[in-house]
């Protein structure tokens, strides 16, 4: 249910995007504190692409509203969870990631939507979607939950001597 009148559109990601993304990120972080325990100078490092497979973009009225992407780096402590979870090994996993909807578009199905999309596109790169949230993102996890994935476990990454990312790994239903 997208309740807003101009339509949404879902279209893979391309290099032009790349500035409209960060800024809407930038905008994600400062009101939701997504992504964790990130100062919103290390954003765009976050944001970098690293082992991306595949991202995509919601676009409305020319601007972007929305993004997720398919991560699929070579190893990684999500991804081992997930295949002791599933028995899958970890080049058939790939990790949903950077999932962030516009602000003022809450509540209206995008994330869902975003969510379906990415993970309906995993196995035609021959992988399933598993991913890892913030335990203190709530309604990340309320979405995760509402779409039937399942959480397989949890991890505490330390990120510095104080700080701890804590994060429960959750994989997509089976299709
Ligand atoms: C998580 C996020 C993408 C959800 O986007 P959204 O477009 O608002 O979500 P949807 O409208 O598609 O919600 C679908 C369902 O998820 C659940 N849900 C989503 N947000 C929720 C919230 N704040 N509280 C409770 N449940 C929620 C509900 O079941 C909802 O269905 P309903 O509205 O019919 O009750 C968005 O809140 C966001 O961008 N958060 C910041 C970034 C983030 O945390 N990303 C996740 C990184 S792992």
Known sequence: ??????????????????????????????TDGYPMHLTAGEVPGFFTPEHEAAAWVAERDGAVVGHVALHTPPEDPTLELARDATGLPLERLALLARLFVAPELRRSGLGRVLLRHAAGQAPGLGRRAVLDVGQALRAAVALYEAEGW??????HLPLDDETMLDLWVYVSPES
């Open 1 to 30: 249910m997208l309740t807003q009148d101009a339509p949404v559109r879902i279209r893979p990601k391309g290099e032009a995007d790349a500035a409209a993304c960060l800024e809407l990120l930038l905008r994600v972080h400062a």
């Open 150 to 155: 399942r959480r397989v476990g949890e991890l």
